[in-house]
């Protein structure tokens, strides 16, 4: 809730597109994670903002993670972000399967 208005707006869009299974156009891989693990970015005011969800699960998608990209080197995206989406995609898989049951029925 923190990002602009515009940038909140923008990446809900595509996360709703997400949801019924499209793919926005300012969609892209997230480089790391393989198949399934995609990234919005919305440069807003000189800043830039990141969304990363993933689609890998039937029926669901899961945000991973949402930032304004602030990395000390440049251009690479921060390790504690990398290390935090390959994190909470493990979380992401685990509670999936926990509820996989529950969404059959």
């Known amino acids: 809730m923190g ?7 923008d990446m809900g869009y595509a996360l709703g597109v997400a949801q019924l299974g499209g793919k926005h156009p300012n969609a892209k891989p997230w480089k790391g994670e393989g198949p399934g693990v995609l990234e919005v970015v919305e440069r807003y ?5 990141r969304a990363v969800y993933t689609v890998r699960f039937e029926g669901v998608i899961y945000v991973l993670h949402a930032f304004q990209k ?3 080197s440049g251009v690479r995206t921060a390790k504690t972000d990398v290390d935090l989406v390959s994190e909470r995609l493990k979380r992401a898989k685990a509670d999936y399967e926990a509820n996989r049951e529950g969404r059959r029925g």
């Open 3 to 9: 990002f602009p208005e515009g940038v909140r707006s």
């Open 45 to 49: 005011d000189g800043d830039t903002y």
């Open 70 to 72: 602030k990395s000390p």
